[in-house]
């Protein structure tokens, strides 16, 4: 099964009246069940496709993920339709539309900034009116700051970068390289001001509703309505939307394609678009149903988007190796003697794909990137040596086989002190680049036999500035502590990813998105 933040029991049922989330090996193919293939954005129509009356499976995936999976045939037979927020990237893959079929739009939900009421008054944006250019002029300026889903895991994070950057290069047509290359130096003004980021939509706005830190977020409109307190700013030169297109795999046989002419006419019929409207706060996007007072009357304009891959492509590297404000991510890792074996060997693995050996696009971006900053962490009965690494701009190579080498070399012996770890880990952080987002992986497979208690870090991590508490993200694994694991992630911020019926390898590359 897929590693995926573990965010309580609740997310590990099955849910009832005949629709169920599970991971790619609990798929099966019963002749009455549409499966489908889906970005986590639309988890929260879970409750509302149960009252449905057909069966249904989904299963979800990172955007990039998602894409590759279907482009390269591996969702063949596997599902019958895909479920993203937007087909845009999938649709400048080779070979990708060949694989699918009929597409039926759901919903939209355009990428906006929403701002503190009051930071937007003290702006002079309390009527929601701003454009792209006048907002990255503040940012520049540094009189806001604000977080961002990472575009390389984010359809909204992808779609904002989009957004940004075609209205940043006065671009009329689908972006193309020249351009790209031509505005990334205002693209590093713009996210100059990004302090928050995240691995999907829905984590950035419970992290901002929890903790703040921010003057605002940029997200789909459908989240901020959620939000307490924001004016949500509709950038006068446009915006890239999100319109959810459910679509049916060529693949799919015909008792399945019954299913989901079924499933995508009930979703758009009148009563169904309202209670998404009302209840996800969408857009519809049938004429019959009017859109609600809370999305203004102001038409939206789109934003052109690129037309190619390799443009797209280069969008998001640009953004992770010059514009977003770089990484410090400190590991924390379990090498003790219950690792020995196969588990120290997905250690080893898991690290070794962070520096390049996975050659995918979501695993070319998940890679440790130019200007990050790699601190390494290894603990047993005690905390070994650390070791950190500095990846230069320009060509990182070097520096990533010496990560390489080190994590090849690691070892398993001893006990386990996890949190003599973490707050090495911790008292390692306050030394850290404050212009540097700063974040740390906690990797055990086991409960906490040695040194200092889960009470001793809860004293030192509330002695800590407010400003210098990075966010932990723990990884599940073997027989760890859920219940302690929980209450780290809890307290910092974080969030708990389980790879103890998986790979580890795909944890670590998902919280790649979360720093």
């Known amino acids: 099964m897929t590693a995926r933040p573990f965010l309580g029991a609740a997310l590990a049922l099955a849910l009832v009246l005949g629709l169920a989330a599970c991971g790619p090996d609990d798929i099966g193919d019963d002749p009455d069940t549409l499966r489908i293939l889906a970005g986590s954005e639309v988890k929260d129509l879970e409750p509302l496709l149960s009252r449905s009356g057909l069966k249904v499976k989904i299963s ?78 503040a940012a520049r300026e540094g009189k806001f700051t604000f977080g961002m889903a990472n575009p390389a895991s984010s359809n909204s994070g992808f779609s904002a970068l989009v957004g940004v950057a075609a209205a940043l290069s006065d671009a009329g047509e689908a972006l193309d390289a020249a351009q790209v290359s031509a505005v990334t130096p205002e693209l590093k003004e713009f996210f100059s001001a990004q302090r928050l980021t995240a691995g999907s939509s829905g984590w950035l706005a ?122 410090h991510a400190l590991f924390v890792l379990d090498t003790s003697g219950s690792m020995q074996g196969e588990r120290i060997e997905a250690l080893r693995e898991a690290l070794v794909m962070l520096t390049g050996a996975d050659r995918s696009a979501s695993g070319t971006f998940s890679r ?98 407010e400003g210098r508490r990075p966010r932990t993200f723990v990884v599940l694994f073997g027989e760890s502590d859920v219940e302690e694991m929980n209450a780290v992630a809890e307290l910092t911020g974080g969030a708990v990813f389980d790879a103890r019926d998986g790979s580890l390898a795909a944890a670590f590359k998902e919280i790649r998105g979360y720093q």
């Open 60 to 137: 979800y995936t990172g955007t990039l993920d998602g894409a590759e999976q279907v482009a390269g045939g591996g969702a063949d037979g596997r599902y019958d339709a895909v479920w993203f927020s937007s087909n845009r990237y999938l649709s400048l893959i080779d070979g990708a539309p060949a694989r699918l079929s009929t597409e039926t739009r759901i919903m939209v939900s355009p990428v906006l900034l929403g701002l503190r009421t009051a930071k937007a008054r003290e702006l002079g944006w309390q009527d929601g009116k701003a454009s792209w250019k006048q907002i990255a002029t």
């Open 206 to 327: 419970d992290a901002y509703a929890r903790q703040g830190g921010v003057d605002g977020i940029v997200n789909y409109e459908s989240v901020l309505l959620g939000l307490k307190d924001l004016t949500l700013v509709y950038p006068e030169d446009g915006v890239v939307t999100a319109d959810y297109p459910l679509t049916l795999l060529a693949s799919a046989p015909p008792e399945k394609r019954e299913l989901y002419g079924r499933l995508a006419a009930w979703l758009r019929t009148p009563d169904t678009q309202r209670e998404i409207m009302t209840t996800t706060h969408r857009r519809p996007v049938v004429p019959e149903v009017e859109p609600g007072p809370e999305f203004g009357t102001a038409p939206l304009l789109e934003l052109p988007f690129p037309n190619r891959r390799a443009a797209a492509d280069q969008l998001i590297t640009a953004y992770l190796d010059e514009a977003r404000v770089p990484a």
């Open 368 to 465: 440790f990137r130019s200007r990050e900053t790699v601190t390494m962490i290894p603990f047993n009965d005690g905390v070994e040596a650390s070791r950190t690494f500095t990846l230069p701009a320009g060509d990182p190579g070097p520096v990533l086989e010496e990560i390489e080498g080190y994590a090849q070399g690691l070892g398993a012996d001893g006990g386990t002190a996890i949190y003599d770890g973490l707050r090495a880990a911790y008292t390692e952080s306050t030394r850290a680049d404050p212009d540097h987002y700063t974040s740390i992986v906690l990797m055990t497979d086991g409960e906490n036999t040695d040194g200092a208690s889960l009470e001793d870090f809860e004293s030192l991590y509330r002695t800590l500035p």
